[in-house]
């Protein structure tokens, strides 16, 4: 199989070697799984768009993964969250549980709502996957610190985090949290749906670790002009 | 007439032959009678040897009678073939000829330059002391371009007619010439660093706005890509006795190997060695890879899949699988829809395998543990 794919071509070679996807050329582009993306018409597109595909039509493309389908089911998000969850690659494991949380959560809104009287019948939110995203986007962090040495001691510098960074923090410190803080008795999917249903009302701890963070980045102000970037 | 042909064509075709072993059994001469002359020279022999020692030139009048002994043999071969001379082109030559390794003297010979002075000694072009005289030519022509558009803005700027969306130069469907091609370009030999020099200047050109009124003599120095979708191997559409169009392809991934049967029957039932696939795929993960090419396309219920896959785990074999029908889809399809499959990744094969372990680490990556002393 190997000798097939030797006929890759090779425009330019990168001068370090990557450490991750050293199979592929970096030629090869991402690619775009979502069947809306094929779906536009061409006169819909910005001159940036059309240059795009303009490039597409003459690039190789990557494979696309085995944890990626275009159906409607599948959510970046939830696979990345699957991804932490598991433990020396036992993705079977990994995806029960969340299937298992969700099915928890659903559980347990559905029995609030048949609780609630009439008035409080539309608040209660009722969608896993809604209240899964709002816990995450409640979690994420707003600023990082980063430790920078200047003059012989290390200071705690209040730094802006990228996107996927703020998404890996929250994501991180849910599966830590309840890895260690919970009770060991219980499951792993109690604890997660017990942990995500707080954070989507902006309660528990993880909550407060982000707001403690914040905090310290608050407190550590006068040193944000140490950052050089 | 025959024999006279055969023995013109024979002497042509036996010069040709023969020149690239007299090359090498002259420069072989030549570096013996350097090395035999090496001893008890004086400075003024030795540098006339060294220039005679020199790679073998082809003067112009024997290139031109080469060309000429070329074309009154390849005249004499279309009357042996009974064609007509006058429209004999070298494509029938290969099909004629097959065994002929040489082509017209202007692909045998390489292409060198004319002698670049005249009778009183004196050089014509007046860059021919820098050495590479066409590179900096280029280099002079480009940075002239380059003052072009600057007045070109300066003029627009003083009108008020200055805007910043013009139309770009669309430069996705080409790639700049490799250094191979801007020497052959060039007939003269260029380093690495002049090379990126050429490049740097050029994107220089290309960062001002309104280098669109220098596009042809951007893109003379592009090369055009193909288009990757034409690059695809498409399977063979076969129709069975009672009548039902189908195409068999092939996939691998890891160390799975799957042939895959689409029939257009309309069932959507899918048999892999012949166990059901649900009985045989009991991970969602696997059967949502099957089912993604078809899904992808809205086909989900068209066809009925009959899968053998060997070898591998759950997951090498699920991408194997997904990738032979990708495959065999492309004969149901029109191109673009495939060009769609190939942008959302189901038609390229994975590449990557596992990695070997390396001598001195624990296993592909995994180092020992390092003590400092």
Redesign the interface.
């Known amino acids: 199989m190997a000798a097939s794919i030797s006929g890759l071509l090779k425009p330019w070679t990168p001068r370090v070697c990557l450490v991750r996807w050293a199979r592929y050329n970096p030629y090869y582009l991402e690619p775009e799984v979502r069947k809306e993306a094929y779906s536009r018409p061409e006169a819909e597109l910005s001159p940036e768009e059309q240059e795009q595909r303009e490039l597409k039509a003459h690039r190789p493309i990557k494979a696309a993964t085995s944890g990626v389908t275009s159906s409607l089911f599948d959510d970046p998000v939830l696979s990345k969250f699957v991804n932490m969850i598991m433990k020396d690659g036992n993705k079977v494991l990994a995806k029960e549980i969340m299937t298992q949380t969700l099915e928890h959560i659903k559980r347990k809104q559905v029995e609030k709502y048949h609780k609630a009287p009439e008035g409080k019948k539309e608040e209660i939110e009722c969608n896993p996957y809604f209240i899964f995203h709002q816990a995450l986007e409640n979690c994420k962090p707003v600023v990082g610190l980063a430790s920078i040495q200047k003059g012989g001691k290390f200071y705690q510098v209040p730094i802006p985090l990228t996107d996927n960074r703020r998404r890996f923090l929250a994501m991180k410190w849910m599966i830590t949290e309840c890895r260690d803080n919970k009770h060991r008795r219980t499951h792993m999917y109690e604890k997660l749906s017990q942990e995500l249903l707080a954070a989507s009302i902006k309660e528990g701890n993880v909550i407060k670790k982000k707001h403690e963070l914040h905090k310290m980045a608050e407190a550590n102000r006068a040193y944000a002009h140490y950052r050089w970037w | 007439m025959a024999a006279s042909c055969a023995r013109t064509v024979g002497s042509f075709l036996g010069k040709c032959g023969s020149c690239s072993s007299s090359i090498s059994a002259v420069t072989s001469q030549l570096s013996r009678q350097v090395l035999s002359r090496q001893i008890c020279v004086s400075s003024a022999l030795r540098r006339k040897n060294l220039a005679a020692a020199g790679p073998e030139k082809y003067t112009m009048e024997y290139i031109k009678k080469q060309v000429e002994e070329f074309d009154i043999g390849k005249r004499h071969l279309a009357n042996m073939m009974g064609e007509d001379p006058e429209n004999f082109t070298q494509e029938d030559i290969d099909v004629r000829v097959p065994c002929c390794l040489c082509g017209h003297p202007d692909q045998v010979f390489p292409k060198q330059r004319a002698i670049q002075w005249g009778e009183d000694r004196r050089p014509f072009h007046f860059l021919f002391y820098t050495g590479k005289q066409s590179y900096y030519t280029l280099m002079h022509e480009t940075f002239g371009k380059i003052l072009v558009i600057e007045k070109y803005q300066d003029r627009l700027r003083a009108k008020g007619l200055l805007t910043k969306d013009i139309k770009q130069i669309?430069l996705?469907?080409s790639?700049w010439l490799?250094k191979e091609e801007l020497e052959e370009l060039l007939v003269e030999n260029i380093s690495i660093q002049d090379y990126n020099r050429f490049i740097q200047l050029m994107e220089s050109l290309l960062s001002m706005p309104y280098c669109t009124i220098e596009e042809e003599f951007v893109l003379r120095y592009r090369q055009n890509?193909?288009?990757?979708?034409r690059k695809q191997a498409m399977p063979v559409l076969e129709r069975d006795e009672r009548g039902v169009a189908f195409s068999t392809a092939d996939g691998?991934r890891?160390?799975s190997d799957s042939t895959v049967t689409l029939r257009d029957c309309g069932s959507g039932r899918i048999t892999i060695n012949g166990r059901d696939y649900l009985q045989y795929f009991p991970?969602?993960?696997d059967r949502?890879?099957l089912?993604?090419p078809l899904?992808?396309m809205g086909m989900l219920g068209r066809f009925d899949l009959e899968c053998t896959v060997s070898g591998g785990g759950r997951?090498s074999q699920?991408?194997a699988l997904r990738?032979a029908i990708s495959r065999g889809l492309l004969s149901f399809l029109s191109d673009g829809e495939m060009?769609?499959m190939?942008?959302?990744?189901?038609l390229?094969?994975?590449?990557?395998?596992r990695e070997r372990k390396k001598p001195g680490q624990k296993k592909a990556r995994k180092k020992f543990t390092w003590k400092k002393r």
């Open positions: 669309s996705s469907a790639r490799k890509l193909e288009a990757q979708s691998r890891k160390t991970v969602l993960q949502e890879q089912m993604f899904q992808f997951s699920a991408g990738l060009e769609n190939r942008q959302a990744g189901l390229t094969p994975d590449p990557r395998v």
